[in-house]
């Protein structure tokens, strides 16, 4: 029987854990969570806010205990996200009856006199595919014959439209290499601006993380629009899935470090690229990107996306008010409600950017959790300054990327320091790696 001060060590420890996970490479997150003893590991997966690829990996590498927890965690959201069709909301629906003649015109036939052979039922996705996955659902929910390795192949023959692809993730039972292989083959020409669809279906649906994303999706130009998509409505990524997505992307262009030169040529190769990005940063860190046909100019929602992932060093102006400002990131107010109230006011006066709270506030277990700083919510989309939630979250992931790397044990060091560390993050993190500070980085 644990006691009240190992209770509340092991949910502390589970609470920072979580907010590190954000940050972390995938096989970082697999080792730390194999760390963790038993209580830690259920106050994990029971009561956090986990990312999307934190809970695609407990899900995968967990036992059933794992599973029970996250399914009763009601800050896990997103699987399907309440209100978006999933595979159970459509498990329920049943096909409407005005599609039925219409595929039996298509077929030829009945289709509930025999299951559709690989050929009818890729032809039909193909036809009705265009408008979502709604239709193509109704179609799989047919009998046939489930093929994923013909399926594959006449994806990687001819794209499917988006609708098929997403409702294939959807309703079957891929294994993780072959739903890697329909996110690497290209969207179909017809697909518009929906082709971000199944991507952020895997993700939601806990198929896939966003660094196996960023390590499949092809061609590379569309790796770096899903770090920044460009503004439509429909399924889209929730605000944390959009952190994790740049966090990725920004992971796989580290090696073009501050480098304007090879951000440039970044820029000017990736539309012409058809592999997979990181296949491109790699060649463009050695020198070794051949010279592509002329592939055009860059589009607008290219150009946005490379801007705002490029690393940049402005600074806010505000003279003494930002000094005071900063200062009293290090001096809690009298109570939480007006600590939030004076962080917010500053943020929208300029004074203060997200970066400058990560730096500066203390503890550094607050710094990490956004709610500390700009209030609970009970969603974790709903946070109403999402340019400072973004702009902390890539501060760190830059500082723990250059104090940290990829290093296992280094990661669980700070995991364990974290939770009683009365200093700011880039203390934290000269402490526990005896290195240079971080925090003067310009």
């Known amino acids: 029987m644990s006691t009240a001060e190992e209770d509340r060590t092991s949910r502390r420890l589970a ?7 954000r940050h972390a490479p995938d096989h970082v ?14 106050y994990l997966c029971r009561d956090e806010w986990l990312s999307a690829s934190t809970v695609t990996l407990l899900l995968r590498h967990g036992g059933a205990a794992d599973r029970t927890f996250i399914a009763r965690n009601p800050r896990v959201v997103g699987r399907p996200l309440p209100g978006l069709p999933g595979p159970a909301r459509y498990a329920r629906r049943r096909t409407p009856p005005e599609l039925l003649p219409v595929l039996r015109a298509e077929l030829g036939r009945d289709p ?12 039909l996705l193909r036809r009705h595919g265009r408008r979502g996955p709604r239709v193509p659902l109704d179609i799989l929910a047919l009998r046939h014959r489930s093929d994923p390795g013909r399926l594959l192949a006449e994806h990687l023959r001819e794209p499917l439209p988006t609708g098929a692809v997403e409702a294939l993730l959807l309703a079957l039972d891929l294994p993780l290499d ?4 329909f996110l690497a083959a290209p969207a179909g020409p017809s697909d518009g601006r929906s082709w971000h669809r199944p991507a952020v ?11 196996e994303l960023v390590t499949h999706i092809a061609p590379a130009h569309r790796t770096l629009l899903l770090a920044r998509l460009p503004d439509t409505d429909g399924l889209r990524w929730t605000l944390p899935e959009q952190a994790g997505m740049r966090t990725a992307v920004l992971r796989a262009l580290r090696p073009l470090g501050d480098d304007p030169r090879l951000w440039a040529e970044l820029l000017r190769h990736v539309p012409g690229h058809r592999g997979p990005l990181p296949a491109l940063v790699a060649a463009l860190a050695d020198g070794t ?12 929602d290219l150009v946005r996306a490379v801007r705002h992932l490029t690393p940049t060093a402005g600074e806010p102006y505000g003279g003494v008010e930002r000094e005071l400002a900063l200062t009293s990131l290090a001096v809690p107010m009298d109570s939480v409600a007006e600590d939030i109230r004076w962080v917010r006011d500053c943020l929208d ?13 203390l503890p550094a277990c607050w710094a990490l959790d956004q709610d500390h700083w700009l209030g609970d919510v009970d969603h974790p989309d709903r946070h109403d300054r999402p340019a400072a939630v973004l702009a902390s979250h890539a501060e760190a992931d830059q500082l723990l990327a250059l104090a940290l790397d990829d290093d296992p044990e280094a990661w669980w060091r700070v995991a364990r320091t974290l939770p009683e560390f009365a200093g700011t993050l880039p203390h934290l993190l000269l402490r526990v790696t005896e290195g240079g500070s971080v ?3 310009s």
């Open 15 to 21: 609470w920072c854990v979580a907010h590190l996970l």
């Open 29 to 42: 997150v697999t080792d730390m969570i194999g760390r963790l003893d038993e209580p830690t590991r259920k």
């Open 112 to 123: 509930a006199e025999e299951p559709l052979d690989a050929t009818e039922l890729v032809g």
């Open 178 to 181: 072959t739903v890697h292989a």
């Open 201 to 211: 279906r895997a993700v939601r649906m806990g198929l896939v993380t966003h660094e």
């Open 289 to 300: 990107v051949p010279e592509a046909a002329d592939a055009g100019e860059p589009g607008p």
């Open 349 to 361: 006066r300029g004074l203060l950017t997200g970066q400058d709270v990560i730096r500066h506030k």
């Open 439 to 441: 925090s003067g980085r």
